[in-house]
């Protein structure tokens, strides 16, 4: 198992590990009813590995290395993970951006980022002894949790907005995770999962608080690195909510570079859809923090949240890597779903699109040139939100069943 010690990315306090030990207790003092999360812990390996290994990355030994694990065989048995960098020549010549990568975490179980958090806190619940893992979610993450839950035969409570698209509910009743609707937001359902948990006793997965999430989507950063080798990109866009997936990208990319094995980290570029913009506000306003947006909303929903749980430390590692952050609307958004399908034969979802409707204004703004390295995360399927997908297309009429009819509609000439 690495060594490790949690480090407060706040006052810089180090921690040795305890189950029952989620934030800085000294910095958590400041923590606001419904703001982010104050005195967020960072892992802080101490004897990572020093080369790469010859065996992928997602196999337990190499995971038994990099991450804060105590027993591979805590691992649910799912292939999370080892998702591919896909080459995207279309999507390339159309944009021009000759050295452009799409990271298809869409590939992963449940269809999200959002596996690679859920395995490690489930393996460390495992390892804590507790039986139940609850999560508040947008609907990916609860999800997640659910189909790792499955595969391990831990216990999963879930607790969702109701208004989640309908796919997603879906999913994680499917895998056996018992689905609490909540009648208001995320926001509300992340305060009453901290209450949950420390009323019943049940370990808290919620995303930011708990910080083996950081620590397990940092796998995506290595995964990145390995696979372009020697080109380590320029700029990665991250599409942001909580601001989870990029904190974890983030520390990926560093760990990396403390390890000795690549020599910078990348510029990371967040995207957040308009209605829901405080992260890129705050990096506007040179803010440390960020005001909640009440009434957040967008057709993104993984990205809605009124105060990103993960603010402080993303506001920080953002500017660290020279990076920056824009926003995008929601036809934007819509309209990169079908782009990035036609171009790639990657569907994703809005979230997900946001990265490639963010490209586009990061370009214009100068956040990223068309000759760079440039990675875009694409962290949920599209079938996630059929009905979101199916703004980005116009159904066609059915016609009769006859060859004169299939002609006509194709414009063909017989
Ligand atoms: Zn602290």
Not at 35 to 46: M, P
Not at 200 to 214: C, V
Not at 228 to 247: M, N
């Amino acid at each position: 198992m690495a060594q490790f010690k949690f480090r407060c990315s706040e006052c810089g306090g180090v921690f040795s590990e305890d189950p029952k030990l989620l934030v800085c207790p000294e910095c958590c003092k400041h923590q606001v009813q419904g703001g982010s999360i104050r005195g967020v812990l960072e892992v802080e390996i101490l004897d990572g590995p020093t080369c790469w290994p010859d065996e992928p990355l997602g196999s337990p030994d190499f995971l038994q290395q990099a991450l804060p694990l105590g027993d591979p065989n805590h691992l649910a048995p799912l292939p999370i993970g080892n998702t591919p960098l896909l080459d995207v020549p279309r999507l390339r010549r159309e944009l021009e951006m000759p050295r452009l990568w799409l990271k298809d975490d869409s590939r992963n179980p449940s269809g999200s980022t959002k596996d690679r958090a859920s395995l490690l806190v489930a393996a460390k619940a495992a390892e804590y002894g507790f039986e139940t893992i609850a999560t508040a979610s947008t609907g990916n993450a609860a999800t997640a949790l659910a189909a790792v839950c499955a595969a391990s035969g831990q216990r999963a409570i879930v607790l969702v907005p109701a208004g989640a698209p309908p796919a997603k509910l879906t999913q994680m009743l499917a895998y056996g995770a018992e689905v609490v609707p909540i009648d208001g937001s995320y926001d509300d359902a992340f305060e009453l999962c901290r209450h949950a948990c420390a009323e019943f006793g049940w370990y808290n997965r919620n995303t930011a608080l708990n910080p083996f999430t950081l620590e397990g989507k940092k796998t995506l950063a290595l995964e990145i690195a390995r696979q372009l080798g020697s080109e380590t990109p320029d700029a990665v866009i991250v599409p942001t909510g909580d601001g989870v997936i990029l904190g974890g990208v983030a520390k990926g990319f560093s760990d990396l570079v403390d390890w000795g094995l690549i020599n910078r980290v990348p510029r990371l570029i967040a995207v957040q859809p308009e209605g829901a913009s405080s992260l890129i506000s705050a990096l506007a306003d040179g803010a440390e923090d960020v005001t909640t947006v009440p009434g957040a909303a967008s057709v993104a929903d993984s990205l809605v949240v009124k105060a990103p749980r993960n603010a402080r430390l993303a506001l920080r590692r953002i500017r660290q890597s020279g990076g920056g952050g824009i926003t995008v609307s929601d036809d934007a958004i819509i309209a990169a779903i079908g782009r990035l399908a036609r171009l790639t034969g990657v569907f994703a979802e809005p979230a997900a699109a946001a990265s490639l409707a963010g490209l586009e204004t990061a370009l214009e703004a100068g956040l990223a040139g068309r000759d760079e390295r440039v990675v875009l995360l694409i962290t949920g399927t599209g079938l996630k939100d059929r009905d979101a997908a199916a703004r980005s297309v116009t159904m066609p009429s059915a016609i009769c069943p006859e060859l004169g009819h299939v002609a006509e509609r194709l414009g063909l000439v017989r």
